[in-house]
């Protein structure tokens, strides 16, 4: 039972655009979600979380939407930057600061 | 600040050697965790210690054992590692709040033969 769910292995965008993460989760009791970044040879570094009581969190380019009815989450990048490459992981969290992550979706933007 | 430090950073082994994993946080966080990567199963949770002398079951914890051997330090034990268990290892650690953020070590590659 994948409690969540990343469907797009990976997505390609240009430079300057908007890059669109999906993350889809079947966990009703998940109090937050978070999105890491990870590069390759590396631990993933967090980037931005939302609670589960907000719909929308925003942190300079970076932009998470979050629609409960629907069970769904998404992350927003604007503009790309080919430092923004990178695989990038969606996670849900319960008690005790669990977390559980999604399959990732490797992001390339091209200059 | 190191933040998380992971030893070894490789290490290939034969199956049924064992070894240990170690693990250090230098954040005083409460809680640390240990994942397993693989190819299209993003980060699967092995074990975690929510605070010091206490450590819980994650999704996958067969043929593997934890010590949380002080506040700063959480070891993965194998104790006769399998091909299965090639993987990539992450320690992580959080104080646990508002926000469940965890910081995450830079990974130990673990090829078994």
């Given at each position: 039972d994948q409690q969540v769910k990343?469907?797009?292995?990976?997505?390609?965008?240009?430079?300057?655009?908007?890059s669109i993460l999906n993350c889809d989760y079947t966990n009703s009791m998940f109090d937050y979600f978070l999105w890491y970044k990870k590069y390759p040879a590396e631990g993933p570094t967090f980037l931005i979380s939302i609670s589960s009581i907000k719909d929308k969190n925003e942190d300079g380019r970076f932009t998470v939407f979050l629609n409960k009815s629907a069970k769904h989450l998404s992350l927003h990048i604007v503009p790309s930057q080919p430092g923004d490459s990178a695989v990038y992981f969606c996670a849900g969290g319960t008690s005790y600061?669990?977390?559980t992550f999604g399959q990732g979706t490797i992001l390339t933007v091209h200059p | 600040n190191a933040g998380v430090t992971q030893t070894p950073k490789f290490q290939v082994l034969k199956t049924g050697q064992s070894m240990t994993l170690q693990c250090a946080q230098d954040m005083n966080h409460n809680s640390m965790y240990w994942y397993r990567q693989d190819p299209g199963m993003g980060l699967r949770l092995i074990y975690y210690s929510a605070s010091e002398g206490t450590t819980d079951k994650g999704e996958v914890p067969n043929g593997y054992n934890v010590s949380r051997l002080n506040k700063r330090e959480f070891s993965l034990r194998l104790e006769s590692a399998a091909p299965s268990q090639t993987s990539v290892y992450f320690c992580a650690s959080s104080e646990v709040g508002s926000s469940y953020e965890q910081y995450f070590?830079?990974?130990?590659?673990l090829t078994v033969t």
């Open positions: 990343q469907n797009s292995p990976s997505l390609s965008v240009q430079e300057g655009r908007i600061g669990k977390l | 070590g830079p990974g130990t590659r």
